[in-house]
C-alpha cells in the first residue's frame, strides 16, 4: 500500500493554470502507476490523466484536448499534473491514485487515492 496526499488545488481565473502535486508514503512508489481523476459536484469521478512507473508513457482523457500534462520525480514521491488554460468547467476535486496494473483510465483498477484538493475555476 502507498499513501498519497494531494495539494495546489485552489480558485484560479478561466485561462489560468495551476500545478497540483501528489507526494507518496510507503514503499515502492517507483513500482506503480500513477493517475489522477477528479469528480464534479454531482457527477462521477472521471479519469484526467494517468503515467507509467517509469514516466516514459503517458495517458489522457480525450475531452482535455492537451491542456493537461502529468509528469513524475520518482527521488521525491511525487507525481504532478499541470493544468493550463482552465475553464470553469474543470471545477471538480481533483485525486491522485495507485496502481499496480498497466496506465488504465479504468477507476476500479487503482488500489490507493488520496484524499482530493479543490480546483475552482471562475468565469
Known amino acids: 500500500q502507498v499513501q498519497l496526499v494531494e495539494s495546489g488545488g485552489g480558485l484560479v481565473q478561466a485561462g489560468g493554470s495551476l500545478r497540483l502535486s501528489c507526494v507518496a508514503s510507503?514503499?515502492?512508489?517507483?513500482?506503480?502507476?500513477m493517475g489522477w481523476f477528479r469528480q464534479a459536484p454531482g457527477k462521477e469521478r472521471e479519469f484526467v490523466a494517468a503515467i507509467s512507473w517509469s514516466g516514459g508513457s503517458t495517458r489522457y482523457a480525450d475531452s482535455l484536448q492537451g491542456r493537461f500534462t502529468i509528469s513524475r520525480d520518482n527521488a521525491k514521491n511525487t507525481v504532478y499534473l499541470q493544468l493550463s488554460g482552465l475553464k470553469p468547467e474543470d471545477t471538480a476535486v481533483y485525486y491522485c491514485?495507485?496502481?499496480?496494473?498497466?496506465?488504465?483510465?479504468?477507476?476500479?483498477?487503482?488500489?490507493?487515492w488520496g484524499q482530493g484538493t479543490q480546483v475552482t475555476v471562475s468565469s
Open positions: 491514485a495507485a496502481s499496480a496494473f498497466a496506465i488504465t483510465t479504468e477507476r476500479g483498477l487503482y488500489h490507493s
Open positions: 510507503g514503499r515502492a512508489f517507483g513500482q506503480y502507476n
